[in-house]
């Protein structure tokens, strides 16, 4: 690798550029560079999927008619129109009958410590079985199967089960309690759900059979439910006649081979309801043929994940990243490696023991994993090499520096990419995202991603030069998009959402702000910005000087009222094991922030948890935060990981 200046932490070999399967991609398109190829895509969409379904080889039964149709409107684009396809066909079939087939596809580790492996050609067959069994029970084309499960090799298994019929998968976070699963089995008319007994839960059986029980007493058309005896009866189950059967005599006597449905390419494949903390959760679409193209791009092309790879990133099936975990390895005919259980249990420093054990070459996750995990001693990190790892890929919220330069020093090793990205469940993918070619600095994405017209605006929809804050947007319709939310009259709130804030862009609530050497870094939410003395910036800024501390492992800066200022600064910290959250800590953390951004940055109060409120895929919930201390209603809190924690703020404001 090349010395980097002194502005940039990593700068790609001119070999590594050189091997890039974007840069190959650009030679097959005849484009010069990066640059050229945003221009070209951005300029002509349709031009540039149809030369992504081309180049990954995307298979339909039946050909397309028309690639894009926006005679309703660019909010209402319309791809591959008249083709036929399926998700099956194009991630597991194409490797039927190719060396693939025969490679390791899934490997396992169980909280316990328990591993298992299928190849390409054992995991289709239990594909097959389950899928078989779904079609004996009367479940067909375009119904909704619940996925309410753990990390175990049976989730994958049903999610591809359940397309390859031509079913719809609804894939549920599996820390949900009663209510927010039957308003989901409700809103996606399930008919069907597959769950287990329970799952192990830092060295407790944690029930979720029991839980599905409770919540199916208010969901009266699942007709269906798939039990996976996962906790060897550690865990009570009671099953209910007619309705519930275990796994292993779900597929007993089922084939192990099975055909695959051909469907409509903008048919749903699969319905993924997002984490809002305000009104009804919002139900995104997957179709047969939308998500895996824009993820083969991003992660395939872009992020350079290939067949020799394996991927691991620790997260629930019931985000957009457990369908990424599917997609992606099986596309690319590389492997895919999943863990049961928290990162730090049975022992702190699992997560970097699996990394290297397990071999990972293309490691993702979120910055919260990171602060989480230097709590530990760093000398648990360094006792890994990491020989095999090659890339890492963050995404989900902001980076702040001193977490990214722990993780590059001390995971990376100076040599491995941060490759960065930012999207989101309705995108199907990333708006912005990184890749071989550029240089980095801690927390920055490359540029936009191709063919998405992404770009940074003020309140009228005008690019914003560099070094200034703006929204973060698509001007043109990508092929990743959710063609609209799950029964929605008229595609009123998906409008509403997405497409009214600018007219003519998609708004995806995000502040973001460009440097002088062209690399994009995300702030947060546009709702989560602060504006004090008539300065606004994001979250992200003053968090960053607390974490410099080394004192604090989160951190919430939040906003809120205030006669004078309009607004004031209050900090909710989450102190290192070790430190004393007292009156020492808090005037040491008050200095940071006022010495970094000024006086008029004075905070009003540093407040101490235990915790703060994320959702499932980590993401700090600042709106909910600020909420509290404003005294209004949190809203919809049933996506959170830990709703518990907002009592314990509300105690706290109201002591």
């Not at 719809?168 to 927010?180: D, T, V």
């Not at 996962?230 to 084939?255: E, N, Y």
């Not at 609209?484 to 998906?494: A, I, Q």
């Not at 909710?572 to 007292?582: N, R, W």
């Amino acid at each position: 690798m090349a010395a980097a200046p002194d502005r940039f932490r990593w700068l790609p070999s001119e070999e590594l550029r050189a091997k890039a399967q974007l840069t190959r991609f650009m030679k097959a398109l005849g484009v010069t560079d990066y640059e050229d190829l945003l221009v070209r895509s951005n300029a002509d969409p349709a031009w540039f999927w149809g030369a992504v379904l081309r180049y990954i080889d995307f298979r339909f039964t039946t050909p397309y008619a028309t690639l894009l149709d926006t005679s309703a409107g660019i909010e209402k684009a319309r791809w591959c129109v008249g083709a036929e396809t399926n998700f099956v066909l194009n991630c597991i079939d194409r490797h039927r009958g190719t060396p693939t087939w025969n490679k390791t596809y899934l490997v396992w580790e169980g909280e316990d410590g328990r591993v298992s492996e299928h190849t390409y050609a054992q995991f289709d067959a239990e594909v097959c079985r389950f899928a078989n069994g779904l079609k004996a029970s009367g479940i067909g084309k375009g119904d909704v199967v619940g996925l309410y499960m753990p990390q175990v090799p049976e989730t994958f298994i049903a999610y591809f089960a359940i397309m390859k019929i031509g079913a719809i998968c609804m894939p549920l976070f599996s820390g949900f309690g009663e209510a927010p699963i039957a308003t989901r089995l409700n809103d996606g008319e399930a008919k069907a759900v597959v769950t287990v007994d329970g799952t192990w839960r830092r060295g407790k059986p944690g029930a979720m059979k029991g839980v599905l029980d409770l919540a199916l007493a208010h969901a009266p058309a699942v007709k269906k439910v798939v039990v996976v005896k996962h906790l060897a009866d550690k865990m009570p189950v009671s099953m209910t006649a007619g309705r519930d059967v275990w796994w292993s005599d779900f597929v007993a006597g089922q084939p192990a081979d099975g055909q695959t449905v051909p469907m409509p390419a903008g048919s749903p494949a699969a319905l993924l309801f997002t984490s809002g903390t305000t009104g009804k959760p919002k139900g995104a679409l997957y179709t047969q043929m939308n998500f895996i193209v824009k993820s083969v791009m991003d992660y395939g092309i872009c992020t350079d994940f290939g067949p020799n790879d394996r991927w691991f990133f620790l997260s629930d099936m019931g985000w957009m990243v457990g369908s990424m975990c599917a997609v992606v390895p099986t596309y690319q005919g590389g492997s895919l490696f999943i863990a049961e259980g928290a990162p730090d249990f049975p022992t702190t420093d699992r997560y970097w023991r699996m990394v290297d054990q397990h071999g990972v070459t293309y490691l993702g996750l979120a910055p919260t994993v990171v602060r989480s995990m230097m709590r530990y001693d760093v000398s648990e990190v360094r006792s890994y090499r990491f020989d095999k790892l090659r890339i890492v890929f963050s995404g989900g919220e902001p980076w702040t520096e001193t977490p990214w330069n722990w993780l590059f020093d001390n995971v990376c090793h100076g040599r491995v990419p941060i490759l960065n990205g930012t999207g989101g469940t309705e995108v199907g993918g990333c708006i912005a995202v990184g890749n071989l070619l550029c240089p980095l600095k801690p927390g920055s994405i490359c540029r936009g991603a191709p063919g998405m017209g992404a770009d940074v605006v003020d309140d009228n929809g005008h690019s914003v030069g560099p070094n200034q804050v703006g929204e973060l947007v698509l001007r043109v319709p990508s092929i990743g998009l959710t063609p609209g939310l799950w029964k929605d009259p008229g595609d009123e709130r998906f409008l509403e959402s997405y497409w009214r804030h600018i007219p003519g862009m998609w708004r995806q609530g995000d502040w973001a702000v460009r440097d002088d050497d062209g690399l994009w870094f995300i702030l947060g939410r546009s709702d989560d910005t602060i504006k004090i003395s008539g300065k606004r910036t994001g979250p992200a800024e003053i968090e960053g000087l607390l974490m410099e501390t080394g004192k604090v492992s989160e951190v919430a800066a939040i906003a809120v009222p205030d006669p004078v200022k309009g607004s004031a600064l209050i900090l909710v910290c989450v102190a290192m094991p070790g430190v004393t959250p007292d009156e020492a800590l808090r005037a040491q953390l008050h200095e940071a922030v006022t010495r970094g951004m000024g006086r008029s940055y004075q905070p009003k109060d540093v407040v101490f948890v235990s915790d703060l409120p994320r959702t499932r895929n980590m993401k700090i919930m600042r709106r909910v935060v600020r909420s509290v201390f404003t005294g209004q209603d949190p809203g919809d809190i049933s996506s959170l990981l830990n709703p518990e924690v907002v009592s314990e703020l509300q105690k706290l404001v109201s002591a």
